[in-house]
């Protein structure tokens, strides 16, 4: 009953987690006909992934229901769907704009690959994770959007798509923190956290 709850609760989160994707996918899958650009492509595989592991993932063993908890996880997730290409010039080439996303999607690959349906929205413990990129940051997967955003934004510049990305990444990052609260009442986690100290990007954070 209680998962049941849950997964009734979780609908209308994962309903518009969904809409908002369908959305980026026509605005993008447009502008790639036009110009033959790759960088938005790529965001629009990480977005996918979001979608695609959050109606299969598994329940948590403890979960953060605060007020804040709530707000961060839907500026955080919403920010990056609302994103929209634009026609002012690129601020860098698009290979460079390719490169950067290239790069930041491969990390968020490679995290989701690794947890698994230990994947998540809310702050909550679904299991911990420490092989592959964890072994050398605690959030790899947010380490990756923040490059497949900075990509996007260099690719398509405008004053409300940077708006939309430093609200959202920085909802982002307190979500973070916030999902290490939850986890820090797990001993393998404390220990975890004990061998890998940088939060999302090694030697600076």
Do not use: Q
Not at 63 to 83: E, F, K, N, Q
Not at 124 to 133: E, I, K, M, S, Y
Request: glycine share 8%; aromatic share 6%; hydrophobic share 50%.
């Amino acid at each position: 009953m209680k998962l049941g709850r849950e997964a009734l609760g979780d609908f209308p989160a994962r309903a518009t987690i969904s809409l908002l994707f369908v959305l980026l996918s026509m605005n993008l899958l447009a502008e790639f006909s036009r110009t033959h650009h790759v960088t938005g492509l790529m965001m629009l595989i990480s977005e996918a992934l979001v979608v695609v592991l959050t109606v299969f993932r598994r329940s948590a063993l403890a979960i953060d229901r605060s007020l804040a908890a709530a707000a961060v996880t839907l500026i955080s997730t919403v920010g990056p769907p609302l994103l929209r290409a634009t026609d002012e010039p690129p601020l860098v080439p698009d290979a460079a704009t390719a490169l950067i996303s290239f790069a930041g999607l491969a990390l968020v690959i490679a995290g989701k690959v690794t947890l698994g349906r230990s994947f998540g929205l809310v702050p909550a413990n679904r299991g911990v994770v420490d092989r592959g990129p964890y072994g050398m940051m605690r959030h790899p997967i947010y380490t990756g959007y923040l490059l497949c955003h900075v990509g996007f934004l260099a690719a398509h510049p405008g004053t409300i798509n940077a708006v939309i990305m430093v609200v959202a990444d920085s909802a982002l990052i307190v979500r973070a923190l916030l999902e290490e609260r939850v986890l820090g009442g797990d001993a393998r986690y404390r220990a975890y956290c004990s061998r890998v100290g940088w939060h999302l990007v090694p030697g600076l954070f």
